[in-house]
């Protein structure tokens, strides 16, 4: 079993920068990538993009190459996601998640445990 807590959410402005991170706990060797992603109301989850923890390789979906980067740090067991130049609709529940397989994907369905999620408002 692993636990994830996200935090770091809140209510920013367009253009402002914000991180995120995501404390595992539990059974450390019962993942292998921990993947973050959104869902804005009405709307499906969506990955954003994932770390492996062997190597720290990361994966992005395009929308978000050169806005976000997801980052680790294995003393504290600990992944951020660092977003810059914010936007409206980046306004979303963000949630990270842990999949055991270590290949670099962001479909939600292939991930095991999940976080419950911090609220990011983009707003003038």
């Known amino acids: 079993q692993v636990q994830l807590v996200e935090s770091g959410g809140g209510w920013v402005k367009p253009g402002d920068s914000l991180r995120l991170s995501c404390s595992v706990s539990?059974?450390?060797?019962?993942?292998?990538?921990i993947g973050w992603f959104r869902q804005a109301p009405g709307k499906e989850r969506e990955g954003i993009g994932c770390?492996?923890?062997?190597?720290?390789?990361?994966y992005y979906r395009d929308f978000v190459k050169g806005r976000f980067t997801i980052s680790r740090d294995n003393t504290t067991h600990t992944v951020y996601l660092q977003m810059i130049s914010l936007k409206p609709e980046d306004t979303a529940v963000y949630y990270c998640?842990?999949?055991?397989?270590?290949?670099?994907?962001?479909?939600?369905?292939?991930?095991?445990?999940w976080g419950q999620g911090t609220q990011v408002t983009v707003s003038s």
């Open positions: 998640a842990a999949r055991l397989d270590p290949k670099l994907l962001t479909g939600p369905v292939e991930y095991d445990y």
């Open positions: 539990g059974f450390f060797r019962d993942y292998n990538v």
């Open positions: 770390i492996r923890k062997s190597d720290s390789n990361t």
